[in-house]
């Protein structure tokens, strides 16, 4: 079964800070897509940043980054300077080709003042 | 903008009385899905289609059924809503490309 686990349920960080969260999956497939999504409180969730398998090169959008190892199945997203308008749920989530999302448990980011 | 619309953002109903939730796009996406979000926990895919082809999870409830009358609209329905059932309910839709989801804001069902 394909899993995508979080091992933080909770993180926090001073604002102006660099944060990572993590993200470890299990898969078979050699050719499929990552993600992470945000998720403000009582608010869309809304796509931050994707990764292609494929692609060798880590996704940066902005203050957002991922540290992709394909090898060890690691997807960790790094948030640098850090805004109070962070704080939010963050789901890291697996794709294989056209099948549905599986997304983690989420990791409650809090980003103090 | 081209979105995915959810009706309605809150939704209070009574014990076994049927439910129907609505979601609309205008991205023209050939997928559409129906997420139970419980507070705090990850979204929990009950059903999905592609194009007009339903894809039920194994661990849906009966309870729950689903129609998609055309592309633009899908509609979530509760037959007997128990307690169990109050969730935050998402539809996303997709294009086959594997752009990741784009979300509606949800409906928060609450079951007196």
């Known amino acids: 079964a394909q899993t995508v686990t979080q091992s933080q349920p909770e993180m926090s960080v001073q604002e102006a800070e660099t944060v990572t969260l993590s993200c470890t999956y299990d898969?078979?497939?050699?050719?499929?897509?990552l993600f992470w999504y945000k998720q403000p409180p009582s608010r869309q969730m809304i796509l931050v940043i994707r990764?292609?398998?494929?692609?060798?090169q880590n996704a940066t959008e902005n203050r957002f980054s991922v540290n992709f190892q394909k090898a060890a199945k690691s997807f960790s997203l790094k948030i640098s300077d850090s805004q109070l308008g962070d704080a939010a749920m963050y789901f890291c989530?697996?794709?294989?080709?056209?099948?549905?999302?599986?997304f983690g448990k989420g990791t409650r980011l809090s980003v103090i003042a | 903008d081209a979105m995915v619309i959810q009706n309605p953002r809150y939704q209070v109903t009574q014990f076994g009385k049927p439910v129907t939730l609505s979601c609309s796009q205008t991205?023209?996406?050939?997928?559409m899905y129906w997420y139970q979000q419980k507070s705090s926990q990850a979204p929990k895919l009950l059903f999905h289609?592609?194009?007009?082809?339903?894809?039920n999870e194994a661990d849906t409830p009966d309870n729950f059924q689903s129609r998609r009358p055309n592309t633009s609209f899908c509609f979530l329905d509760i037959r007997s809503p128990g307690l169990g059932d109050a969730a935050m309910y998402l539809c996303?839709?997709?294009?086959?490309?594997?752009?990741?989801?784009?979300f509606g804001s949800g409906t928060r069902l609450t079951v007196v």
């Open positions: 996303a839709t997709s294009a086959y490309a594997n752009y990741g989801y784009t």
């Open positions: 898969t078979s497939e050699s050719d499929y897509y």
């Open positions: 990764q292609e398998a494929y692609k060798q």
């Open positions: 989530a697996y794709r294989p080709g056209n099948t549905p999302l599986v």
């Open positions: 991205l023209n996406h050939n997928v």
């Open positions: 289609y592609y194009d007009k082809d339903f894809n």
